[in-house]
């Protein structure tokens, strides 16, 4: 039985020919392809920086866009709670292209206070989520960090540090733009 | 005359399509990252069925598919368009999945301890006996690689064994292993009577 024989060569060939050309991937690989390219731009980075942060930038981006979408459709769950004195100014116009200094600093402390006190004003179950996915842009942020202080020069990872700290700022302001209604309702 | 019709369309639509996809590419060059979405989205399928014969793993053949296209979408630039996009892609892919092997320091020769019943014993376990891509999966690491890449993927052996770093030789008689054990699995010998 080898595939020598004329007839069981022809055979093993039609079976090969007859294999489907496509599969799709279990689950979309765009987000981590996305974070990847827009943090690395041209050129080639390192390949034992790539993979760890491709995927730690790629969840960060999945989990943010997803936990948004899902916030959005659970807006009528919030839970009415105690007014919130909280720095709106600084949730709303939180936005910070280069992290650095003294004022990022007290500004960021500002935004993970008011972070904390709007908490309060989701489901918990929402709040489990936030918490849950904030921990895994802080996880990501660690992992750069980390990277940075062997190779501080390395512009891939300073590029990918300032998208997760981004990431981290949309995050929290997703948090302030959802619990807004409720602070309002608070107020009046 | 709808089947006229239909011989005579097909060209255009063929070529359409290339040009399409060929102002995709040329955008994508220029860093238009919804251009390369849109290639992603149309090559990814593709793109995961080779490294997933390649590597035999869901997982790791979604790590090489994403490490393929982040290598295209660096290597854009340099690509030139007289060549068909799709090989060029399949050949980065190709080089994603080899690179992560060399990474993990995994051997493509044949080794002694690889005997033809190795296929048998794994297929039996996890696959139904005669699901073909199972049965690829389940090959000798080295004759699968060489069965994709040449019985597959239209690679000659001179190509495999340059890409697998291995003798044109070796490459031949992996393919061979391959084949003959597809052979014995699927019982093609009692299919052929």
């Known amino acids: ?188 | 005359m709808q089947a006229t019709a239909t011989v005579v369309e097909f060209p255009d639509a063929a070529a359409r399509e290339a040009a399409e996809e060929l102002k995709a590419v040329k955008a994508a060059a220029r860093g238009d990252r919804r251009a390369f979405e849109a290639l992603y989205r149309a090559h990814v399928g593709r793109i995961n069925r080779l490294c997933l014969r390649l590597t035999g793993s869901r997982e790791t053949a979604e790590d090489c598919v994403q490490d393929a296209f982040v290598s295209a979408w660096r290597a854009l630039p340099r690509f030139e368009v007289r060549s068909s996009f799709s090989t060029w892609l399949h050949r980065i892919a190709v080089n994603a999945v080899l690179a992560r092997r060399r990474g993990l320091a995994s051997s493509l020769e044949i080794t002694v301890d690889e005997d033809v019943t190795a296929l048998d014993r794994r297929v039996s376990l996890d696959a139904p006996p005669l699901d073909l891509e199972a049965a690829i999966r389940a090959l000798p690491t080295g004759a699968r690689l060489v069965l994709v890449l040449v019985g597959l993927y239209g690679f000659s052996h001179d190509e495999a064994a340059r890409e697998l770093g291995i003798a044109v030789g070796t490459s031949k008689a992996q393919l061979h292993r391959a084949r003959a054990l597809l052979a014995a699995h699927l019982d093609l010998a009692g299919e052929a009577v």
């Open chain 1, 1 to 188: 039985m080898t595939p020598e024989d004329p007839t069981i060569g022809a055979a093993l060939d039609a079976r090969l020919a007859a294999l489907p050309p496509e599969e799709a991937p279990a689950r979309d690989l765009w987000p981590g392809i996305l974070a990847e390219i827009s943090a690395g731009g041209a050129g080639r980075s390192r390949p034992w920086l790539r993979a760890p942060f491709a995927v730690a930038a790629g969840l960060v981006l999945a989990v943010t866009a997803g936990f948004a979408g899902w916030l959005g459709g659970r807006q009528a769950g919030l839970v009415g709670g105690p007014a919130a004195g909280t720095p709106d100014a600084a949730m709303r116009q939180a936005s910070f292209a280069v992290p650095a200094g003294r004022d990022y600093l007290e500004t960021r402390a500002e935004l993970e206070r008011a972070y904390r006190e709007r908490l309060s004003l989701l489901t918990p179950a929402a709040r489990l989520r936030v918490e849950r996915d904030l921990a895994v842009v802080r996880a990501a942020n660690e992992d750069i960090r980390r990277a940075l202080a062997a190779d501080p020069q390395s512009p891939v990872l300073n590029r990918l540090l300032e998208g997760i700290w981004q990431q981290e700022f949309d995050l929290y302001q997703t948090v302030a733009r959802s619990t807004d209604p409720a602070v309002q309702r608070n107020r009046t």
